[in-house]
C-alpha cells in the first residue's frame, strides 16, 4: 500500500506535540515556549537547575517559601482593593489615607523638633551644646522637603523643536481635566511617566521610545490620558505631604546604617523602627496609589475607547520581548557603505513596531495568564496589569476620544527622530 504524501511543513509553522501532563495535542511555534492551554504545563519555562549543598537547598527552600508567603499576602491585598474598587466602595482606600497622613504628620513633627530644638541650642545652649546643635542642624538639612529637580538635558524637547508633540498632549491634558504639560523628555526605557517637580510644581512628561514604537496612534494617545491622569486622580503618593514624610524616613533609615559592632548594638532599636515605619508607609498608601492607577486607567478609556485602552495594557506585556530586540540590536552586523554605514542592519524601531503583531494568539494568551499568576505589575506602586485589564472592562466609561490624524502622527515622528538617533547611538557600544 502507497505511503500517502506529506505536505511539506514551513519552518514558522506551528507542529503539533503532545503535554506529558495531560496528552493534549499542542501548538508550537519555535519562536515561543511551548505551553498546554489546557493545564498550564509550561506556562512559565523552568530555569537550569543548578547543583546546591544540603545547606544551600535548605536555605533556598525556606526563601521560596517566604517569597511564597509574601506572594499570597501581596495578591489577597490587591485582590481585595480590586474587589472593593469593582464594588464602588471607596471608604476602606480613604481609610488608609487617612492614617498615612497621621503618620506622616507624625515625622514632620520630629523633623520640626529637631530643626527647632537645634536652633534653639545654637542660639541659648553652652559651646558644647552648640557644637551639638550643628550636628542637629546638619541632620535637620538632610530632613529638609525635597520639592525634586528639573534638570534639563539631551533628552528634553522644547515646545518650539516639538510643536506637533505638544500639542497633542494639551489636548489630551485638556480631555481629563489637566493643565499643559511644562516639559516633555523622550528616553529608553519601555515605559512613560508622569511627575511635578521644583517650588513651581512645573510638569514633565516622560515618553519611552521603545513603548512608543509598540503602539498604535489611537494606543499613544491612550498612554497620553493615563499619564494626564496622575495629575487629577488624587494619588497622594504624589503630593507634598506623603512625598517629604517618606523622604525624611528614607534619611533616617540611611543615616542610622551600622558600620561597626558597637554601632549595630546601638542603632539596632532605631534602625528597626525606621524600617517598619517605611513599611507601614508603604502598606497604608499603596491601595490609595493603585486606585489612583485604576482612575487612570479610566481616563485612558475616555480619550480613546475601553478597547483601546485594554489593548494599550496588554502592550506592557511586551516588554521582555523590546528588551530582548534591543539587546540583539547590539550585536547585529555593521552596514559597511552608505549613509547608515556602522549602524546595525537591521531597522532597531521598525523592529520594536513589529512586536505586537509578531505574537501569536497562543503566546498572547500565555503572557496574560502567566502575568495573572505571578500578580505581574509595571513595578510595586501598580496593580498588577491582569487586574487593570480587568477592571477597566468592567466599569462603563464615557468615552470622548481625542483626534490624532495621520498627518499630526507624521509630524510627531519627525519631531521624535533625532531621540530615536540618539538613543541608537547609546545603544551601541564603542
Known sequence: MPTPAVAPVAPHDPSPSVCPDCAAVLEADERFPVWCPACEWNLQPAEPVRELTPKQRRRAERAERRAKAGKRKFQARVEGLFDALLNGDAAAVGRDW???????????????????????????????????AVCCLGLGFLLRPRFGRIRPDETYLTRAEAPALYALADRVAAAVGARPVDHIRADGRFNASFRRAGLRRRSVLSIGLPLWSTLTPSQRVAVLGHEFGHDVNGDH?????????????????????PTSFLARLLLAAPKWLTGRLLELMDRLTVRSGQAAEYRADELSARVTSVETARQTLEALLLRPSAETVQLRYRSLPRQRSGPNAGRPEADLWAELGALAGSLTPLERERRLRLSVREAGAVDSTHPPTHLRIKLIGRRPVDAHPVLFGAAEQAAVEAELAPARDRLVRELLPG
Open 237 to 257: 503618593r504624589r503630593g507634598i505631604w506623603l512625598n517629604w514624610a517618606l523622604t525624611a524616613l528614607e534619611e533616617w533609615h540611611l543615616i542610622i546604617q
Open 98 to 132: 487617612l492614617l498615612a497622613a497621621t503618620l506622616a504628620g507624625a515625622v514632620h513633627l520630629v523633623s520640626l523638633t529637631v530643626l527647632g530644638g537645634s536652633t534653639a541650642l545654637l542660639l541659648f545652649g553652652t559651646w558644647p551644646l552648640r557644637a551639638v
